[in-house]
């Protein structure tokens, strides 16, 4: 049996990696949701104030005001807000954390679907029994993880609806082709 919960588990984590590779990295629906393109002169204008105002790498909100600097722009609470990410890394150099993060990226890619199997393995008689009781268990364990990235997503600040709701049906719909794998490899025993 362990063995058996291993390769569900491998198995699983193959699946979303896959599946989040395909519509993060190849298909077009996350991409035209992050980068809306401003004209040309916008985007120099708005690169050239950038670089003169930011120079660590950091998550920026703009405008973010202390209750004391809000006197200086009385209409802050109705302005617009702007998420800025800074890396520091020029194009053609490739992002300086992604190779470093593959690791921590394996990992959460691979662990949730290892504990799906594994517990899936030990739940009752009654959601062992039926092929699709098994794989709603562990949508419904991948609903709750996805629910919590979602609104932990939400909660670091303003985002777009659509690329939350984006965020959603994938994390829901990586959950469920996990899960069609992970409940066809994990069955009960036989007495």
């Known amino acids: 049996m362990k063995k058996r919960v291993l390769f569900a588990g ?3 984590g193959f699946v979303m990696l896959t599946w989040l590779f395909v519509t993060n990295a190849v298909l077009p629906f996350k991409s035209n949701l992050i980068h809306r393109a401003l004209p040309l002169q916008g985007q120099l204008d708005v690169h050239e104030a950038l670089k003169e105002n930011i120079t660590e790498p950091g998550t920026y909100s703009i405008p973010y005001l202390s209750r004391e600097e809000e006197d200086r722009f009385p209409d802050y609470r109705s302005q617009p807000v ?6 520091n890394y020029a194009h053609g150099e490739g992002s300086g954390g992604v190779i470093a993060s593959l690791p921590v990226v394996l990992l959460a890619v691979f662990l949730p679907p290892l504990l799906a199997a594994w517990m899936l393995s030990m739940a009752s008689p009654a959601v062992l029994s039926r ?27 303003p985002q777009a609806k659509d690329y939350l709701s984006f965020l959603a049906i994938n994390n829901l719909l990586a959950w469920t082709l996990t899960g069609l794998v992970i409940a066809r490899m994990i069955r009960p025993e036989k007495v």
């Open 82 to 87: 702007f998420t800025v990410i800074f890396e």
């Open 131 to 157: 092929y699709l009781r098994r794989v709603l268990f562990v949508v419904a364990m991948g609903v709750i993880i996805a629910l919590n990235d979602d609104v932990l997503q939400m909660s670091f600040g």
């Open 10 to 12: 491998l198995s699983g």
